[in-house]
């Protein structure tokens, strides 16, 4: 049997209609069986009876004739006493018992009843004195009649009756035993015997009729029930059906129940019911829809776990976060794990140690930092109103980006602690010339100058440091104003460069510059000051009779000018290259405090060049030189503006 098979079968016995039909005919068979046994031991009974009845009311009648007869013999008997004392005739006396026997026998032959089998006229001293068996012949009459049913009747004196089987015939007779009495003196005996089984065949054919009746009563029936089951069932199984519908979301209504009785106002408080679901689902969805919404749209992570730290719920934030793949799945897995903590084993001990955490996770190649703010979800249990308690449902962490913060703050110790450094050397350096000087070096026409000279250098790049970072700190604060206006930059640069080639005649200055303008708004001072440091740069690090090459690219279809400083120099390494724009970061710390530099110019540049909305970024190989690109918005303006 296939699977559908057994489940049919199964479906079918555990359905409520073949429970009804079953109990149903179950309840019809019992009361018919219960009827059918009451009806026919009554039937069996009253059948016997009136048998029974029929037959002693006739044995009554020949009982009367026999005790007459008996009552002759008796007198005849006691007159031939007499006579045989007076020596009369004996033959005489024999003929008149033999005429009172046969008187008797043609009583019994007489005694003519339906289903009557045999009679029996017996003696007190029990011989058979007549019989309506073939067999009754003189000598059969003379026996003596062992049947102890006369024995106890001619010894009690009380009629008695027992059904039996007949040893020939194999079928149940009856046997009726009654006294003849006179003078409460038993004078003798009738035996009954009569054919019964016809009686009982009787109420087996009646029997067999009612069991034939219960049959296609029982079939009546259980075609009834089913079609009565169906009228109720049906509407159990619309409203089953209605229910399977509520739970895959199809709040529908029972239609087809219109009766006024309980199923039908089942039917109605079902339809009203579900009709209020309907509406409590699309608030409880349009408010769901709404949390999500909210929680998808916050910038912070979210997650939902579990009283087992199990995550439940995870928004796309926390998912970016984490560093998801679309692929990768979340939901199940053990918080702990997925934001890398393994000083704890559990949420309830963070929370027992700290209310947050700081955790660093790996998004592609940058360092995450996030902090985790942990919270519980409790559930207020009512049932006990004298004491309310909570039971723990679950944790909500919430996490917050933190790796701008912690990488500023970083900054601002490292800057705090390089400022320091770099306004302590020179300082240091100042402070023992000065002590020097004052304990007799001031003499000294020889050292004294390159001291004075030291300190002074020391000095001025001080106050460079310290304008530069005051600069610094303005364009922080968006303090610093620019005084913008249309500069062609071409120019500039053309200034700039040959201003650095008359103060460095060992430097090669390389132009690729149009004599066409282009025109960048911007200020003049600032942009000055920008490709000042860089090529003031360009020159420190290239050796002498290396190249410089200042190069400049118009994009007329994105508007944007290109400026590109290249020297051919010593190169920055590339694990550098992506921060020599930090304030006070050197590549070789001593070789560019050598060189008098402050760490700040390109830092400087890169807010300036930034401020303008443009970009500077640098390239480099080791030993090859290193090149700045600059890009600025340009203006395209025609002649007549000129």
């Keep these: 049997m296939s699977f ?37 031991t009554q039937l069996r009974n009253s059948n016997i009876n009136t048998f029974e009845q029929n037959i002693i009311e006739q044995e009554k009648i020949l009982n009367y004739h026999v005790r007459e007869e008996i009552d002759k013999i008796n007198a005849k008997n006691v007159e031939d006493s007499k006579v045989l004392e007076n020596n009369a005739d004996q033959n005489d006396t024999a003929n008149s018992s033999r005429d009172s026997k046969s008187g008797i026998a043609k009583l019994v032959s007489e005694f003519n009843i339906q289903k009557l089998l045999l009679v029996n006229v017996i003696d007190n001293d029990s011989k058979i004195l ?117 739970a895959l979301g199809n709040y529908g ?43 998808e749209s916050m910038m912070d992570g979210i997650i939902t776990t579990d009283n087992n730290g199990r995550i439940i719920l995870i928004n796309t934030s926390a998912e ?30 963070i929370l027992e140690a700290e209310d947050s955490l700081l955790v660093s996770t790996s998004k592609t190649d940058d360092e995450l930092l996030l902090r985790a703010e942990i919270s519980k979800i409790e559930k207020e249990d009512t049932e006990d109103l004298t004491q309310m308690s909570t039971e723990l449902e679950g944790y909500i962490i919430v996490l917050y980006d933190v790796t701008d913060q912690e990488r500023q703050e970083k900054e601002r110790r490292e800057f705090v602690s390089t400022v320091s450094h770099e306004l302590r050397t020179p300082l240091t350096t100042m402070n023992s010339y000065i002590e020097a000087l004052e304990e007799g070096v001031l003499e000294d026409k020889e050292l004294a100058p390159q001291f004075i000279d030291t300190i002074h250098k020391e000095t001025t790049r001080m106050i460079r440091m310290v304008n530069e970072l005051m600069q ?32 460095h005649p060992e430097k090669n200055f390389i132009k690729h510059i149009s004599k066409t303008p282009i025109f960048v708004e911007g200020d003049q001072d600032k942009l000055t000051q920008v490709f000042d440091n860089i090529v003031n740069n360009a020159i420190k690090y290239s050796p002498n009779g290396k190249n410089i090459t200042i190069r400049v690219r118009q994009n007329y279809h994105h508007n944007r000018v290109s400026i590109s400083i290249k020297d051919e120099g010593v190169g920055i390494p590339l694990v550098h290259i992506d921060k020599i724009f930090n304030r006070f970061y050197r590549v070789d710390k001593s070789r560019q405090r050598s060189m008098g530099g402050t760490g700040l110019g390109l830092a400087l540049a890169k807010t300036i060049v930034e401020a303008h909305k443009g970009r500077i970024w640098a390239q480099s190989r080791e030993g090859y030189g290193s090149i700045i690109f600059v890009t600025l918005p340009c203006e395209q303006i025609d002649d007549e503006w000129l």
């Design 4 to 40: 559908f098979g057994k489940k049919f079968k199964k479906r079918f016995f555990s359905s409520i209609r073949t429970k009804f039909v079953i109990v149903y005919v179950l309840v019809n068979i019992i009361s018919l069986q219960l009827i059918g046994l009451f009806f026919t």
């Design 130 to 246: 007549a019989s309506s068996s073939k067999n009754g012949n003189d000598e059969y009459l003379a026996k003596r009649s062992f049947d102890p049913l006369v024995s106890q009747v001619i010894k009690t004196g009380e009629s008695t009756k027992q059904i039996q089987n007949n040893a020939d015939s194999n079928k149940r007779v009856w046997i009726y035993v009654s006294p003849v009495k006179k003078d409460n003196e038993v004078v003798g005996v009738i035996s009954l015997m009569a054919d019964i089984e016809s009686v009982y065949q009787e109420v087996n054919s009646i029997s067999r009729i009612f069991i034939v009746g219960a049959i296609l009563s029982i079939l009546i029936t259980t075609v009834i029930g089913f079609v009565a089951s169906k009228t109720v069932t049906s509407s159990i199984e619309k409203m089953s059906s209605q229910v399977k519908k509520m």
């Design 253 to 295: 209504t029972v239609v087809g129940i219109d009766t006024d009785d309980e199923i039908g106002d089942l039917a109605k408080v079902f339809n009203r019911i579900s009709k209020r679901i309907e509406e409590e689902q699309a608030v409880t969805e349009i408010e769901r829809r709404k949390l999500a919404t909210i929680i």
């Design 320 to 349: 970016d976060m984490l560093g998801g793949r679309d692929d990768e799945i979340f939901i199940g897995k053990d918080v702990l794990k997925i934001l890398n903590i393994t000083e704890y084993e559990s949420i309830e001990e």
């Design 472 to 503: 610094l700190g303005k364009m922080d604060i968006k303090e610093e104003h620019y005084e913008k206006e249309f500069i062609d930059i071409n120019k500039m640069l053309e200034q700039i460069t040959d201003r650095f080639a008359l103060t």
